[in-house]
């Protein structure tokens, strides 16, 4: 605990100049004065904002500022737009009455009605009453909303499967406000056993984790996190859930957490799951004289591993995160020397320094995840790994693989690899025998280093028409025919060409990130009938076609989309007729390249009427590139200006964020930026949403607002 108040500190001196500085969630008047010792004025007008729940601290750390409660009319706006998505006046009259008595219960607290609406929208109206009455809220005068709160959530658990239970009390071993990630969280579900094959008949283990983690998202009991690509990679746990989840799971013996404070008896009774976070010095003796023999899950958060209790026999998940070592981890006696003798052992995350893979892994005949990604692991050893691995992670450093170590775990879902420049092609290669693989995220390098370095300063970009390096790698994918997740990076200066070449079909294929693989064109395969569940896509283009756009809107699941594109042209696009919407669900596009945009055009607009054509209903953030060099060419300057025109017509209800690269490289005069810059800005003013507009480039870097 003591080491992250230092690192705060340590950040927040550095800051001397004008700055505003939000501190959120401060439990403790101890923890603001510690951090208040950092916050000396330096004259500059720096602002300081915290949140905490507790008016003691709020009075210590200055004038008070306490949240009202939702009004009545946004309260029913919040819970209306979760069951009914709508304002309900489509509701009949009971259904109303019971909404009407449960936002009196809810009193304007927003987890409240969001967690409660969750619960209503999966019941019909009529049980809505029933609902109400087996919360079981006070009858008295005073409404504690905590309470009133607590019995929603309580309610809601108690609604759900026995397995989803056990997947949501799982969340007790995470500290408070802890990134959690999804794939990592679905893979600890699975080596806990929290649901079979069985139950997977058909679909496999990790979609139907992938199914509960949906279903508590939807019941608002954990919250997903996206990343600034619009992708759900994490989900958080709001405090008071957490708080709920870590009660009910002492009570039922579920998890034990043990967080190294000082008041903090460690309990003579330890449940099945273990998880240590920030055990310190004075922790030590404590630990090493408690009993293990009935621990199956042992997670260890911020710990010193040398300190983690050896010979844990039946241990089946070993999860260590963020975690350190103070001495040479090949001179430990620890639980790492006792790994061969984990017959019972599915799960393992090894962190903190941790340079050399134990040899003792292979002899684990039952392991099935084995993650690296935070250690420093630099090659994989030559003994074999359990071939029944159906997620294996490196980190993100170069690693060297071994001839035939991919090729033989044939059971693999997950991988996510860097191999080394001389592992590349025998590992692009054994791709191709990984038929169940559903993720796979990897970094290649196939260029030359000292080429590169060359053509860095000659600011030039080569591509590689490698066939060698082409073939392989189309054959190893065409063999995935499951993959679901696909990430391929090519980190030199270099780009490989994949010209127009054909994969086979992915009909289960939503993430599709393709960074320095370069296409001709828009491969044949990505079309709706082959590719209908694609929600995510980034490509590289040397051209576009105004079919080419019209086939991309009409996917139906796309959200995400950027194009790095060799056009100098302007890309026109067909407004559809008969109701059809191109990009319907996109909400975030990036397109970037010399110049290459399209312009909305035709459709069933007229002068007769005063409708405008939409298309990217659902945009919210739009980026683009400008090459101030080709606006000086007579033809581009007027795409241009035809894509100002056509902005307008982007994201009309909900439109929040546009940014634009100017590339100004060997632009001397500034007044042309300038020109630019202003036209942009109008554009963003007379948008119906005026989206905050961002300009970036060698003379700008300035976020402006197109408000009037």
Same mark, same amino acid.
């Given at each position: 605990?003591?080491?992250?108040?230092?690192?705060?500190?340590?950040?927040?001196?550095?800051?001397?100049?004008?700055?505003?500085?939000?501190?959120?969630?401060?439990?403790?008047?101890?923890?603001?004065?510690?951090?208040?010792?950092?916050?000396?004025?330096?004259?500059?007008?720096?602002?300081?904002?915290?949140?905490?729940?507790?008016?003691?601290?709020?009075?210590?750390?200055?004038?008070?500022?306490?949240?009202?409660?939702?009004?009545? =009319? =946004?309260?029913?706006?919040?819970?209306?737009? &979760?069951?009914?998505?709508?304002?309900?006046?489509?509701?009949?009259?009971?259904?109303?009455?019971?909404?009407? @008595?449960?936002?009196?219960?809810?009193?304007?607290?927003?987890?409240?009605?969001?967690?409660?609406?969750?619960?209503?929208?999966?019941?019909?109206?009529?049980?809505?009453?029933?609902?109400?009455?087996?919360?079981?809220?006070?009858?008295?005068?005073?409404?504690?909303?905590?309470?009133?709160?607590?019995?929603?959530?309580? #309610?809601?658990?108690?609604?759900?499967?026995?397995?989803? @239970?056990?997947?949501?009390?799982?969340?007790?071993?995470?500290?408070?406000?802890?990134?959690?990630?999804?794939?990592?969280?679905?893979?600890?579900?699975?080596?806990?056993? #929290?649901?079979?094959?069985?139950?997977?008949?058909?679909?496999?283990?990790?979609?139907?984790?992938?199914?509960?983690?949906?279903?508590?998202?939807?019941?608002?009991?954990?919250?997903?996190?996206?990343?600034?690509?619009?992708?759900?990679?994490?989900?958080?746990?709001?405090?008071?859930?957490?708080?709920?989840?870590?009660?009910?799971?002492?009570?039922?013996?579920?998890?034990?957490?043990?967080?190294?404070?000082?008041?903090?008896?460690?309990?003579?009774?330890?449940?099945?799951?273990?998880?240590?976070?920030?055990?310190?010095?004075?922790?030590?003796?404590?630990?090493?004289?408690?009993?293990?023999?009935?621990? &199956?899950?042992?997670?260890?958060?911020?710990?010193?591993?040398?300190?983690?209790?050896?010979?844990?026999?039946?241990?089946?998940?070993?999860?260590?995160?963020?975690?350190?070592?103070?001495?040479?981890?090949?001179?430990?006696?620890?639980?790492?020397?006792?790994?061969?003798?984990?017959?019972?052992?599915?799960?393992?995350?090894?962190?903190?320094?941790?340079?050399?893979?134990?040899?003792?892994?292979? @002899?684990?005949?039952?392991?099935?995840?084995?993650?690296?990604?935070?250690?420093?692991?630099?090659?994989?050893?030559?003994?074999?790994?359990?071939?029944?691995?159906?997620?294996?992670?490196?980190?993100?450093?170069?690693?060297?693989?071994?001839?035939?170590?991919?090729?033989?775990?044939?059971?693999?879902?997950?991988?996510?690899?860097?191999? =080394?420049?001389?592992?590349?092609?025998?590992?692009?290669?054994?791709?191709?025998?990984?038929?169940?693989?559903?993720?796979?995220?990897?970094?290649? =390098?196939?260029?030359?280093?000292?080429?590169?370095?060359?053509?860095?300063?000659?600011?030039?970009?080569?591509?590689?028409?490698?066939?060698?390096?082409?073939?392989?790698?189309?054959?190893?994918?065409?063999?995935?025919?499951?993959?679901?997740?696909?990430?391929?990076?090519?980190?030199?200066?270099?780009?490989?060409?994949?010209?127009?070449?054909?994969?086979?079909?992915?009909?289960?294929?939503?993430?599709?990130?393709?960074?320095?693989?370069?296409? *001709?064109?828009?491969?044949?395969?990505?079309?709706?009938?082959?590719?209908?569940?694609?929600?995510?896509?980034?490509?590289?283009?040397?051209?576009?076609?105004?079919?080419?756009?019209?086939?991309?809107?009409?996917?139906?699941?796309?959200?995400?989309?950027?194009?790095? *594109?060799?056009?100098?042209?302007?890309?026109?696009?067909?407004?559809?007729?008969?109701?059809?919407?191109?990009?319907?669900?996109?909400?975030?596009?990036?397109?970037?390249?010399?110049?290459?945009?399209?312009?909305?055009?035709?459709?069933?607009?007229? *002068?007769?009427?005063?409708?405008?054509?939409?298309?990217?209903?659902?945009?919210?953030?739009?980026?683009?590139?400008?090459?101030?060099?080709?606006?000086?060419?007579?033809?581009?300057?007027?795409?241009?200006?035809?894509?100002?025109?056509?902005?307008?017509?982007?994201?009309?209800?909900?439109?929040?964020?546009?940014?634009?690269?100017?590339?100004?490289?060997?632009?001397?005069?500034? *007044?042309?930026?300038?020109?630019?810059?202003?036209?942009?800005?109008?554009?963003?003013?007379?948008?119906?949403?005026?989206?905050?507009?961002?300009?970036?480039?060698?003379?700008?870097?300035?976020?402006?607002?197109?408000?009037?």
């Amino acid at each position: 605990m003591y080491a992250t108040y230092v690192n705060i500190l340590t950040a927040i001196s550095w800051i001397l100049y004008r700055c505003f500085i939000v501190i959120d969630d401060i439990w403790e008047k101890e923890s603001w004065k510690l951090i208040r010792c950092a916050l000396q004025d330096s004259s500059c007008g720096n602002r300081v904002m915290v949140t905490t729940r507790l008016s003691e601290v709020a009075s210590h750390a200055g004038e008070t500022y306490k949240m009202p409660r939702l009004s009545r =009319d =946004d309260s029913e706006k919040l819970l209306y737009s &979760r069951i009914v998505d709508g304002d309900g006046k489509y509701l009949d009259s009971p259904s109303v009455k019971a909404c009407d @008595k449960i936002l009196k219960k809810c009193d304007g607290v927003p987890l409240a009605i969001i967690t409660i609406a969750s619960l209503l929208a999966s019941k019909p109206g009529e049980n809505w009453f029933e609902i109400y009455d087996s919360i079981g809220f006070g009858h008295g005068d005073a409404n504690d909303d905590v309470d009133n709160t607590r019995r929603i959530l309580c #309610f809601s658990y108690y609604n759900l499967s026995s397995h989803l @239970k056990a997947c949501l009390l799982y969340l007790s071993v995470f500290p408070e406000d802890y990134l959690i990630e999804k794939n990592g969280l679905i893979w600890r579900w699975i080596a806990e056993g #929290f649901f079979s094959e069985e139950q997977a008949a058909g679909i496999g283990l990790f979609e139907l984790g992938e199914r509960y983690f949906s279903e508590l998202i939807n019941r608002s009991l954990i919250q997903p996190v996206e990343t600034d690509e619009g992708y759900v990679d994490d989900c958080r746990v709001h405090d008071m859930v957490l708080d709920l989840v870590r009660s009910l799971s002492s009570q039922e013996n579920f998890v034990t957490v043990l967080d190294g404070s000082e008041k903090q008896k460690f309990p003579g009774n330890i449940a099945r799951r273990l998880a240590l976070q920030q055990i310190a010095e004075h922790n030590r003796g404590q630990l090493a004289n408690m009993s293990m023999k009935k621990v &199956r899950s042992l997670i260890a958060n911020e710990c010193n591993i040398s300190w983690l209790p050896p010979q844990i026999p039946v241990l089946r998940v070993l999860h260590i995160e963020n975690c350190y070592v103070e001495e040479d981890y090949g001179k430990n006696t620890s639980i790492m020397e006792d790994l061969g003798s984990s017959l019972h052992l599915r799960h393992l995350k090894l962190s903190g320094g941790i340079s050399e893979l134990p040899k003792k892994v292979g @002899k684990i005949k039952f392991l099935q995840i084995l993650d690296l990604s935070e250690t420093y692991i630099k090659e994989l050893p030559e003994v074999e790994l359990p071939t029944q691995l159906v997620c294996l992670r490196t980190g993100t450093s170069e690693i060297v693989v071994r001839p035939g170590l991919i090729s033989r775990l044939t059971s693999l879902q997950e991988l996510w690899m860097r191999p =080394d420049a001389g592992s590349t092609v025998n590992f692009l290669k054994e791709l191709g025998s990984l038929r169940d693989l559903i993720d796979l995220r990897t970094t290649i =390098d196939v260029g030359d280093r000292s080429v590169e370095r060359d053509l860095m300063v000659l600011r030039t970009r080569v591509v590689v028409r490698d066939e060698s390096i082409k073939r392989t790698l189309l054959e190893s994918l065409g063999n995935l025919r499951n993959i679901q997740y696909l990430r391929i990076r090519v980190t030199s200066v270099d780009k490989v060409w994949l010209g127009d070449a054909g994969f086979a079909t992915y009909r289960h294929l939503r993430y599709l990130n393709f960074h320095g693989l370069v296409f *001709s064109g828009l491969p044949v395969w990505i079309k709706t009938s082959l590719a209908p569940n694609l929600s995510w896509l980034r490509l590289d283009l040397t051209a576009m076609k105004e079919q080419d756009m019209e086939t991309l809107g009409r996917l139906p699941e796309l959200c995400f989309l950027e194009l790095f *594109s060799q056009c100098e042209e302007l890309v026109s696009i067909k407004i559809p007729t008969g109701g059809v919407v191109y990009f319907r669900k996109l909400r975030i596009m990036k397109i970037y390249g010399p110049f290459s945009w399209f312009e909305p055009h035709g459709g069933e607009s007229n *002068s007769n009427t005063s409708v405008a054509p939409t298309i990217m209903p659902s945009l919210e953030s739009l980026e683009f590139g400008v090459d101030m060099v080709s606006l000086k060419d007579a033809t581009t300057r007027l795409c241009f200006h035809k894509l100002l025109i056509g902005f307008k017509n982007l994201g009309t209800n909900s439109l929040e964020r546009v940014t634009v690269a100017l590339n100004c490289w060997r632009v001397t005069n500034r *007044s042309e930026a300038e020109e630019v810059e202003d036209a942009l800005v109008h554009a963003a003013a007379v948008h119906v949403r005026r989206p905050a507009l961002e300009t970036t480039g060698p003379y700008v870097s300035l976020v402006l607002c197109a408000m009037s």
